[in-house]
C-alpha cells in the first residue's frame, strides 16, 4: 500500500464519520469534489495546506488524519 492509498482511506473513513459527502468537504475545505475524490483514490498527494484545510473542514486536527496511517503496511 502506498502513502497515498493510505492518506485516502483515512481521509474517506473521516469523510463518512462526518457525513459529508465528497462534494460538500470539498466546498467547506475550498476543494473541488474531483480533487477530494482523487485524494480518496490515492491518485494524489495532499500538500501540507490541503491535509489542514481538510482537517478544519473534518472538525478534526491533522495528525487524525495520519494516526492510522503508521500502522499499514506501507
Given at each position: ?56 473542514a ?10 492510522n ?5 506501507i
Open positions: 500500500m502506498t502513502l497515498e492509498k493510505a492518506f485516502g482511506e483515512e481521509l474517506q473513513k473521516a469523510r463518512e464519520k462526518s457525513g459529508l459527502s465528497q462534494e460538500k468537504l470539498g466546498f467547506e475545505s475550498g476543494y473541488h469534489r474531483t480533487y477530494i475524490s482523487q485524494l480518496e483514490r490515492g491518485q494524489k498527494s495532499p500538500t501540507l495546506k490541503a491535509l489542514f484545510k481538510l482537517a478544519k473534518l472538525n478534526l486536527r491533522p495528525s487524525a488524519l495520519l494516526q496511517i503508521e500502522d499499514k503496511k
